[in-house]
């Protein structure tokens, strides 16, 4: 998310201006991304930057504030393979939203619909089957939504954190997969 900030020489050179087709923003603007709670949209954490921080960047800084208590949502901006696996080892609960294209294979159907499968750092490593990381797929429609939403949580059975397969997690992880957006 970016924020105006006021038009004075030291916030200028510490976060940049957006440079667009009609040339440069009237005023500076910081980039940040917050740790937040989905009930009170209480802030927990906030990570600030300059408008060419990227998001991604700046939540990895997040990182630290994780902890094993914690189901920490994001949307598909955030999710790549090496970024999820690095969140993983804080021991939080992970159902991240991932983008339609991402290749999640059903290896195992679970009793609740949600399905195991496996992500993987490269194509080739998923050709090969090899250096995969289990995860559990939620797949979910919201009422008059227009789509198929996709979210990601690791296999809790191998990683060790969170519920495993018989834990009905989908009509609640889904609702607060959508609710995150409130902080904006």
Known sequence: MTLDVPDEQANAKAFGYV???RGEAAYPQ?????LAECATHALRQVQMGGVRDSEQALMRELFPAFSAEM???ADRLFYGYEMWREAATTGAKLPWRVKSN???????????????????AS??????QRN????????YRLE????????ISPDHQSAGTGCGPRCRVGGAVSPALENRRDVR
């Open 102 to 120: 991402l290749r999640l294979l059903c290896e195992v159907r679970l009793a609740d619909g949600s399905y195991l499968s496996s992500v993987y």
């Open 123 to 128: 194509d080739t490593d998923r050709r090969h």
């Open 19 to 21: 440079q667009g087709g």
């Open 30 to 34: 910081i980039r940040f991304v917050a």
């Open 71 to 73: 189901l920490v949502l």
């Open 144 to 151: 008059g939504g227009a789509g198929c939403r996709t979210a």
């Open 132 to 139: 995969g990381m289990r995860v559990r797929v939620i797949e």
